[in-house]
């Protein structure tokens, strides 16, 4: 078996998947099914005391997921140890997704407050998988700190613009020694495969999905460029050369040899 | 009746009150909730037995969806 470890925990699918911004509760949960994912992640938000209605988690099989908690809309490590000590109060398992991102504009993640926070929520027990740039040096900071994945984003959140951090990424994954995942930014199932090739040990998928016009029908199609990935490097790739190497025998052609 | 604040607004509640009365008051599942009362997590079990006063800040969060 080929099973992704986290914190000693196994894991047969390669592909988180995120439930935020589907157009409907029911989208959301055809979407996780189809992905095969066993890790999906959620945030927290103040209730709407005027509105106790419709319930995300009615619709996410807790038995079937292994939730992870968000700390999005952190600014700084203060506010995102906040959010997950409340994560863990809410009855989640003591795994979160550290995120801390300051500019609302492209979602870059503070490579400071996440190393200050992680410090903080590892001493406290937490299984922290931090959410950084793909920046090597900080992402063994971060492993040193007691981290149990390191994840580096491909390109900003939301964008759908695919694995742009591809060399960086490469160092991080040379380095590694915890699971590295890459997250944000895939926006079609080739990407996911790009990064799998690589030597990713997973990746985590949101928006590509939510925004799909069939959400389910994408989510099957990442699992599968998640799983042609891993397969991919598994089974070796090939050496990238400048120069053409015939696949055809280069003797006995229909001409004399002058 | 006394006056609170939940998630920044004012929440007028007859005293004396329980965590679990206000939420209980609101509507809301127990289960699917965390509460901070005056910045301290009030954990699960204790919703039953914790007093609320007047002018007590609460925050009330639950899981939405997110990446």
């Not at chain 1, 949960?29 to 927290?44: D, H, M």
């Not at chain 1, 090597?136 to 390191?150: D, S």
């Amino acid at each position: 078996m080929d099973n992704l470890i986290i914190a000693g925990r196994s894991f047969s699918s390669r592909l988180m998947a995120g439930t935020g911004k589907f157009a409907s509760h029911q989208l959301m949960a055809a979407a996780l099914t189809a992905s095969g994912s066993e890790i999906v992640t959620v945030a927290l938000r103040r209730v709407d005391i005027d509105r106790p209605d419709d319930e995300l988690l009615a619709h996410v099989d807790r038995d079937k997921y292994l939730l992870l908690p968000n700390t999005s809309g952190a600014r700084d490590a203060e506010e995102a140890v906040r959010l997950a000590r409340l994560a863990r109060a809410a009855g989640c398992e003591p795994w979160i997704k550290l995120e801390v991102t300051p500019d609302p504009y492209y979602l870059l993640p503070d490579p400071i407050e996440t190393l200050k926070a992680a410090e903080i929520l590892v001493k406290e027990g937490f299984v922290v998988l931090p959410y950084i740039n793909a920046d090597p040096v900080l992402a063994k900071h971060l492993q040193e700190a007691g981290t149990a994945t390191v994840m580096p984003l491909g390109a900003p959140i939301g964008t759908n613009k695919g694995v742009r951090t591809r060399d960086s990424i490469a160092i991080i994954i040379e380095q590694a020694i915890v699971p590295v995942v890459v997250d944000a930014g895939l926006g079609a199932p080739s990407h996911a495969a790009e990064a799998m090739e690589m030597g990713a040990d997973a990746v985590l998928v949101n928006t590509a999905l939510a925004v799909a016009a069939d959400p389910a029908r994408m989510a099957a199609a990442f699992a599968k460029g998640v799983e042609a990935g891993r397969e991919a490097y598994l089974a070796g790739l090939g050496a990238v050369r400048q120069q053409a190497d015939a696949s055809s025998p280069l003797t006995g052609f229909l001409r004399d040899e002058s | 009746m006394s006056q609170l604040t939940v998630n920044g607004k004012p929440l007028v509640l007859a005293l004396p009150a329980t965590v679990l009365d206000l939420l209980n008051h609101l509507a809301f599942d127990s289960s699917k909730v965390a509460i901070e009362l005056n910045g301290t997590i009030v954990p699960l079990a204790c919703f039953d037995a914790t007093e609320l006063n007047r002018n007590d800040r609460l925050e009330i969060v639950c899981f939405v969806g997110g990446g």
